[in-house]
């Protein structure tokens, strides 16, 4: 007969023993009975929607520490759903419809917005693994840094927006999450991002849609899925694709995915039809093909896997999945803030139908006024119209020598303030049209109503000291010309009287692009207080931290580039020109068929913009008596005393920035050191008609307006 102590002695040894888990299959039917996806397991356990399918299919078992915690789980789950079916407990959620982005049958509203995922705080980039630890036994690697808090994670969406794939299988996420990718071919990719990568992103608006997964392929991932490692071409690169015979391009067909009319290029979309609500779509970004522009992405393609998703991962997090180059993302991001339809109910039906989302742009294109055309638009072309076109452009301006004083000219240094995304902080407020444009004759101007003005302000007459605020090369009107309507409001403001000839004016307005420039406003904040630059820092200690901001962390730095060049790429994709050698004028191009076609918002934001620089220029020649030399888009250039903006700029006894002039601050619309030349190089460059302002930072700048 066993004696006490040897009963407790087997029953201690059975308790020292690792838990045993229920059979593969059971913990399967209790996740199932919970209401639990595998994702959400899966982002709970830290570990991949892959790894949980393994538990379940038998193919491996937990170590510690999930394997407690898993066991905790099923036994939770065991006592509320027994085998032999006790009902579900009314506290299981039940998953709402929601309607779909592009209406394909009748859904309920959503009760609330989604809430868009808040920028995750920045870590320490993540060193790339070694290929021993690239596949740990988890299939997912978590950074041993210091743990941030963390966003609430959207459970169909575990392991973030993207991954960037390199040639060993090994797929780099955001966070440090290294997943397996055992594709070997591009539909083998596509299937497994769908299926088992737990990449995606949520929608920014209740009446978006989600973000589709980015796989980014080195040219390593490249090569080994059959693609080449560089596209030869004599064509742009952008515009490249493979052939049509290309033996990747039929695998797709093969698999019954499809292509974009973009073809598989740089950035290519592969797709199948909808199923009901859910989208199937992944894009991939090939490095090798430039699908990174060097100068939006500086540095980014040379760097390492990890690294790379750490840029696309955060700018994808602030701004959006990257769908194309900075400006293809940055007009996809103005639709995807204001989409063009929601659910509503049919008061005859009841039923839910697609309708106009108000204050987007809507579905269909619109045709802009012929003066708001290009030259070779239809419209144009179609009606023979010879009445002139807006010319609101950013400034390219250079004082003539002549009018500079001696003063002037013994003043040691030129100094360059650069407007921080001078674009973004005039979209901030910016009402304008969304309906089409009526035409009117002799109308009464009203400052409120966005449209075009045919006017004559060469009457009025300025300091030729600075340029005139009503053309971009700042000399004065010579007669009637087409203005935005804050150019004419600007010549109100100044005193003057106007009288419009005609105007084409939108009956219906509103302020477009808020969500856009409050976005993109808070990730370029974000950003640079990421590099040590923020609010609270004084004037020298702002110089400062700017100074050596880019070497504090490249990859940032990279991610802040990028946010510029999406502002100024989304406005110039508003008037996206024709491409290609083949174009006849009056033919239509492609971007004619988009919503966001609109020149007419593209010249409101460049109009305020440059009336806002004018405004500065005029309001710091009043408090300090100084004119500028130069002024290229949104850099202006001045004579000083001393190589730094603190000699120039205007301050009060309190020491506190004047109100009305130029400001430094890290937020849209306030100024920062751009350069300093001396004034004898500031004056040559004047004399043989060249900008101080493209050249003062002691290379060559170049203006771009995102076209």
């Avoid at 036994?137 to 927006?161: L, M």
């Avoid at 060097?294 to 994808?316: F, T």
Wanted: include cysteine; charge should be neutral; hydrophobic fraction near 40%.
């Amino acid at each position: 007969m066993a004696t006490e102590e040897e009963l407790f002695a087997n029953i201690d040894a059975l308790l020292e023993e690792e838990p045993q888990l229920p059979p593969p299959a059971e913990r399967a039917r209790l996740r199932e009975a919970a209401g639990i996806t595998q994702a959400r397991l899966a982002t709970a356990l830290k570990s991949t929607t892959q790894t949980v399918k393994n538990w379940e299919n038998g193919r491996t078992e937990p170590k510690s520490p999930r394997l407690e915690a898993y066991q905790r789980l099923l036994d939770g789950w065991a006592a509320k759903y027994p085998a032999h079916g006790a009902p579900a407990p009314a506290s299981v959620a039940v998953p709402q419809p929601e309607a779909p982005a592009t209406f394909t049958g009748p859904a309920a509203p959503e009760p609330e917005a989604a809430a868009p995922a808040e920028a995750p705080a920045v870590q320490a980039a993540p060193e790339r693994p070694s290929r021993a630890a690239a596949r740990p036994a988890t299939s997912s690697r978590r950074p041993t840094a210091k743990k941030a808090a963390k966003p609430a994670v959207d459970p169909r969406f575990p392991h973030g927006p993207l991954a960037v794939l390199d040639g060993d299988g090994s797929a780099y996420g955001v966070g440090g999450i290294v997943l397996d990718c055992p594709a070997t071919t591009v539909p083998d990719l596509v299937e497994w991002t769908l299926k088992e990568s737990g990449l995606g992103a949520a929608k920014l608006n209740r009446y978006g849609k989600d973000s589709d997964p980015l796989i980014v392929l080195t040219a390593a991932a490249a090569v080994k899925l059959g693609l080449p490692e560089r596209l030869e071409g004599h064509e742009q690169r952008r515009s490249l694709r493979l052939p049509e015979d290309h033996s990747v391009v039929k695998q797709v067909a093969k698999a019954k995915w499809q292509l974009t009319q973009r073809g598989f290029g740089p950035w290519a979309r592969i797709y199948r039809k909808a199923q009901g609500r859910e989208r199937q779509c992944v894009q991939l970004a090939i490095l090798s093909w430039d699908a990174l522009d060097e100068r939006s992405w500086p540095g980014v393609a040379d760097m390492e896997p990890a690294d790379i998703a750490r840029v696309l991962g955060v700018y994808a997090t602030r701004v959006i999945t990257p769908r194309g180059s900075t400006a293809v993302s940055g007009l996809e991001l103005m639709t995807a803030l204001r989409p063009p339809t929601k659910a509503v109910q049919d008061p005859e039906t009841g039923n839910w139908v697609s309708g106009y989302n108000a204050g987007s742009l809507g579905t269909e294109p619109m045709n802009p006024a012929p003066p708001e055309a290009t030259p070779e638009h239809p419209v144009v072309v179609n009606s023979g119209w010879t009445g002139g076109f807006l010319n609101e452009e950013a400034y390219q301006w250079v004082r003539s020598v002549e009018t500079l004083s001696d003063e002037e000219c013994t003043l040691p240094f030129a100094v360059g303030l650069d407007l921080n995304t001078a674009f973004l902080a005039a979209a901030a407020r910016l009402v304008v049209g969304l309906s089409s444009p009526d035409h009117f004759h002799t109308p009464k101007f009203n400052p409120k109503i966005p449209g075009s003005w045919l006017v004559d302000l060469s009457h009025i007459g300025l300091d030729p000291r600075l340029p005139s605020p009503f053309t971009p090369d700042g000399t004065r009107p010579t007669g009637p010309a087409w203005y935005q309507t804050h150019t004419v409001a600007y010549a109100q403001e100044l005193g003057h009287d106007v009288h419009p000839i005609e105007a084409y004016l939108r009956r219906e307005t509103g302020a477009y692009l808020d969500p856009w420039h409050d976005r993109l406003k808070t990730a370029y904040v974000d950003t640079l207080a990421d590099l040590g630059v923020t609010r609270d820092l004084d004037d020298r200690a702002f110089l400062a931290a700017m100074e050596q901001h880019k070497q504090v962390d490249p990859a940032m730095a990279a991610v802040l580039s990028a946010i510029k060049a999406t502002v100024k790429g989304g406005v110039g994709k508003l008037r996206e020109r024709p491409q290609g050698k083949s174009y006849k004028e009056g033919e239509t191009w492609p971007a004619l068929q988009r919503p966001t076609w609109r020149p007419d918002i593209r010249a409101a934001v460049i109009s305020k913009a440059r009336v806002n620089m004018h405004r500065k220029l005029n309001n710091m020649a009043k408090m300090t008596g100084l004119f500028p030399l130069a002024v290229l888009s949104d850099c202006v250039v001045y004579p000083s005393p001393g190589d730094s903006p603190l000699a120039f700029l205007p301050y009060a006894a309190s020491g506190k920035p004047q109100p009305g002039g130029f400001r430094l601050g890290p937020t849209p619309g306030l100024a920062k050191l751009e350069g300093v030349q001396s004034m004898l190089w500031a004056v040559d460059l004047m004399e043989k008609g060249l900008n101080p302002a493209r050249h003062i930072k002691g290379g060559d700048a170049v203006l771009d307006e995102g076209e």
